[in-house]
């Protein structure tokens, strides 16, 4: 017997749809890797509706409600989430819930995360939780769902019942997901290469219509695999037009494998080695449309990137010639003793008798008139209409918008000017502590077979973020640590190497900031520096070979003021 609320489909007919004047609350769902459905958001599902309304069998561009889905479409013939930029599938259903449930009164039930933000229960988990949240309950415990945890709703806190860790809960109010009256109208037939019309060759339309046929091809090609050999169980009948099926299997390429004939090209589903001038998206489903047009294609697994060298003995791990060392550590910060904003930017200015009439490019006031910091700061010899022009490169500013521009960054005893970027005195960042190991192992990187490899390891665990990180006193999180890094064994290599060291003595390497790959905030991430951490292939585009990247990574250090002219010898 289901709970009352739960998300079971009305069945009509075994077809799924519910009764002609009964109300339902529509949650659209994604299978993740672990095979749990998980609910889009309610402005997200009211989106997919409206599309959904003007076309059965449509293609919804998520990034369109919400930005930080913009890789994402959906194809609604297929009922597939399509993700553009890596080929990426999985599928989609459409769940029904009763009105009076979690999503028809828009509350959302969420636990706390290890990076202290916030992740929405499943929704089934969700409507059970805020059921026994009305009937008053103190408690729910989670083992009839599969889950070994007990909600204590006094405390607002959720218990692990095995590791007895616990973690704070919360329930908020958010927009209601759509609510539908009436029989569902049925998903009508789309045939792979069918067209209406003139097609759009604009990219957006090119991916939009390649995911339909990718999933199509797919699920063909599936069927015909399994066809080809008599001792597998029949292949279930998959629905592909019943937009209300309960769930979905999971689409596996590997399943059965046969070989693949002579002269037949073998494609990657997905090609993610983003070195070409083609998008990588759409270069893995030209594989998969060949196969869809019937051309003698046979789809084959993407090879896997080579992260790491093969094992290796610490006998094996040399020195690298001509640097001192094999570990550093993170320093402290550096305290300029006497040295106040004044005269930070004294040292590195010379006064302008007569202002030019152009804007400061730092308040955007007239350099004739007073600083738009004036009644903002005050400081001790400086006032607001006084200007200076920076010694290397010769940009005029107010001298109270240079010392707010200070008090604004790192306050390292260094400036850098707003207009070029020019650097004046050594810069410093804000990495938190960790260890940097570096050595030669007796391994080659693709394009530089005359050489060893060196390797860095760089290892920063999770803390509590200092004053001047983003949020102090708040705990940090530090992801994919030890990360390692390769550079070839030359010369180039090494003067790049020491040139590292001397960025992450000032701190420059890392910073604490939100993932731009995640999203997850208060976290450990590169500083526009890049590494490469793929040892032995360059599918992701952090590997070798890379002819360029050596001179690239120079530049890269340059603009943060690490030179060859710093080197000691």
């Not at 309304?53 to 919804?60: F, I, M, Q, S």
């Not at 550093?328 to 005269?343: A, C, S």
């Not at 665990?461 to 890094?485: W, Y």
């Not at 500083?527 to 585009?541: A, P, R």
Request: aromatic letters at 6%; a positive charge; charged letters at 20%.
């Amino acid at each position: 017997m289901a709970r009352p609320g739960s998300g079971v489909l009305v069945s009509v007919n075994g077809l799924g749809y519910p009764p002609q004047n009964l109300a339902r609350v529509v949650v659209w769902e994604w299978l993740n890797e672990h095979g749990r459905w998980r609910p889009y958001s309610a402005a997200t599902c009211h989106h997919i509706e409206n599309v959904l309304k003007g076309d059965v069998r449509g293609t919804v561009v998520l990034g369109q409600v919400d930005a930080q889905l913009a890789s994402y479409i959906i194809d609604l013939q297929s009922m597939h989430q399509f993700r553009q930029d890596t080929g990426t599938m999985r599928p989609v259903h459409r769940n029904f819930y009763e009105p009076s449930s979690a999503p028809g009164k828009g509350v959302v039930w969420e636990w706390e995360n290890d990076s202290g933000s916030w992740t929405p229960y499943d929704m089934e988990i969700c409507v059970t939780i805020q059921n026994a949240y009305e009937k008053q309950h103190p408690w729910l415990d989670l083992t009839s769902l599969g889950f070994c945890y007990l909600i204590d709703f006094n405390s607002m806190v959720q218990t692990n019942r095995q590791s007895q860790r616990k973690r704070r809960l919360r329930r908020r109010m958010d927009l209601a997901y759509p609510l539908i009256m009436g029989s569902i109208p049925k998903s009508q037939s789309w045939p792979v290469g069918a067209s209406s019309g003139q097609p759009c060759s604009c990219q957006q339309c090119i991916l939009v219509n390649s995911t339909r046929a990718a999933s199509n091809a797919i699920l063909a090609s599936q069927r015909r695999k399994l066809s080809n050999f008599p001792c597998s169980p029949p292949l279930p009948s998959l629905p592909l037009n019943n937009l209300n099926r309960p769930g979905t299997q999971r689409i596996s390429m590997g399943t059965a494998r046969g070989a693949i004939p002579p002269g037949v090209p073998a494609l990657p589903v997905k090609n993610l080695t983003g070195s070409g001038p083609v998008h990588p998206a759409i270069a893995g489903m030209t594989g998969i449309l060949m196969c869809a047009a019937g051309l003698p294609v046979c789809l084959t697994r993407a090879p896997k990137p080579i992260l790491h060298p093969p094992p290796i003995n610490k006998s094996d791990m040399k020195p690298v010639p001509g640097v001192n060392g094999i570990r550093r550590k993170t320093k402290k910060k550096h305290l300029r003793k006497g040295k106040t904003p004044e005269d930070v930017v004294r040292r590195y200015t010379e006064k302008v008798k007569v202002a030019p009439d152009e804007d400061c490019t730092i308040c955007m006031e007239r350099l004739v008139t007073s600083s738009g910091y004036e009644g903002v700061l005050q400081h001790k010899g400086i006032k607001p209409e006084m200007v200076g022009k920076l010694g290397k490169c010769g940009h005029i500013y107010h001298l109270l918008c240079l010392v707010a521009m200070y008090n604004n960054g790192n306050k390292d005893g260094s400036l850098q000017c707003p207009t070029c970027k020019a650097i004046y005195g050594e810069k410093t960042g804000t990495q938190p502590p960790g260890k940097m190991d570096y050595h030669v192992i007796p391994h080659c990187l693709p394009g530089y077979l005359e050489a060893k490899t060196i390797r860095i390891v760089y290892d920063i665990p999770a803390g509590i973020q200092a004053t001047e990180h983003p949020n102090p006193g708040k705990k940090f999180s530090a992801r994919g640590f030890p990360r390692h890094c390769y550079l070839p064994d030359n010369d180039k290599g090494r003067k790049v190497l020491k040139l590292l060291i001397m960025a992450w003595d000032r701190r420059l390497i890392f910073t604490i900031d939100t993932s731009s790959t995640t999203g997850e905030s208060d976290t450990v991430v590169w500083n526009e520096i890049h590494h490469k951490t793929e040892f032995g292939s360059n599918l992701t585009g952090h590997g070798y070979p890379d002819p360029n990247y050596l001179d690239n990574v120079l530049t890269e250090l340059s603009a943060q003021g690490v030179v060859e002219d710093n080197l000691k010898d």
